[in-house]
């Protein structure tokens, strides 16, 4: 088997101090992004409305674009360019007619408007606002149940709360941000974007559970080190894995970004930003936050334990 990184000794731990301000600092601007723009920018899929996913024979002006689709009656059109101007993704909120007859409408103006161009359509889209609505609260539930699921799966699974929450936040730490990026760049938000939310949840527990699998190893096999030097030794012993899982995931992804057409675009920026992210998180937020939170409560079991021993003693002293 093919690894790297063997043998190492980084005490990533010393650094999660560190840590913790980048996470913060991601998180609060993604945070005042999303508060900014009122909010994540959501697609038809939620907010109900229509789309066209067409395909030019050779790049056009986006301008040329935005000009046919007015012309066509496509109103309150918005225009998303893509594979460098040969494709397009038009959004409208309402028309006269089908879906299918506005594109022709599009096409043969744009055929006008840009000589030699020829227009084809990919796919079409229709979403009724009352439909998007429900959807975007059933999209909400899902991810709100799976980070449920995930704490109570893996504080039974490794006997310890702190490990779940852990991975939990780990979870919220990585949505959040790339919710962010998806805010700051005005990306719209759609069902395909919030399945990659749930395949990057997914990925980044799937590596978090490898981390904590190996800590529980060596935490029966090293009594003699400190929790913190098991979480380090752990790290290492599966950074190598680590490495190669995200690295041959990320050369899929940008395919699919660079190559996949504008459908996936989204979808593959979102797994993108997801899958650094959360490989970053499943070191520096979940066994990170696991060690901390674990030595808070044997701190607060220790000071417990030496309380009950100080009135025991008081109490023995005041019956001599």
């Known amino acids: 088997m093919f690894e790297i990184f063997v043998g190492t000794k980084f005490k990533f731990m010393e650094k999660r101090r560190v840590a913790y301000v980048i996470s913060s ?11 900014a723009h009122g909010g994540p ?26 000009e046919s689709a007015e012309r066509a009656g496509l109103s309150g059109s918005e225009v998303q ?33 840009a000589s030699g161009v020829t227009v084809e359509l990919m796919s079409q889209e229709t979403v009724g606002p009352k439909i998007g609505k429900e959807l975007e609260k059933k999209a909400a539930t899902a991810i709100l149940w799976s980070l449920m699921l995930i ?45 990659a939310f749930l395949t990057i949840g997914g990925y980044s527990i799937n590596d978090t559970i490898v981390v904590f699998d190996r800590i529980r190893e060596n ?34 992804v940008l395919s699919l970004y660079l190559l996949g057409g504008v459908v996936i675009h989204d979808f593959a920026m979102a797994m993108l930003a997801g899958v650094l992210i959360g490989t970053y998180s499943s070191i520096f937020v979940a066994s990170a936050l696991a ?5 808070w409560w044997v701190r607060r079991r220790q000071g417990q334990g030496k309380g009950k021993e100080n009135r025991l003693s008081t109490k023995v002293a005041a019956t001599r």
């Open 41 to 66: 920018k959501e697609s038809i899929d939620f907010t109900g409305g229509n789309l066209l996913y067409i395909a030019f024979d050779q790049k056009v002006n986006t301008s040329d674009v935005r």
């Open 219 to 252: 935490m029966g096999q090293s009594r003699r080190m400190s929790f913190q030097e098991i979480v380090n030794k752990s790290v290492n012993q599966t950074l190598s894995r680590t490495v190669l899982t995200s690295t041959t995931t990320l050369l899929a």
């Open 151 to 195: 704490l109570a799966y893996v504080a039974w699974r490794f006997t310890r709360v702190s490990f779940g929450i852990g991975a939990v936040a780990a979870l919220f730490h990585d949505i959040l941000i790339v919710l962010g990026i998806f805010s700051f760049l005005e990306i719209e938000v759609s069902l395909t974007v919030v399945a």
């Open 81 to 113: 360019m893509a594979q460098e101007n040969t494709q397009a993704i038009i959004h409208f909120r309402s028309v006269e007619g089908d879906t299918v007859n506005s594109f022709y409408a599009f096409k043969t103006v744009m055929e006008e408007v």
């Open 291 to 295: 060690l901390d939170l674990s030595s």
């Open 25 to 35: 600092i991601l998180m609060l601007a993604s945070l005042a992004s999303l508060i």
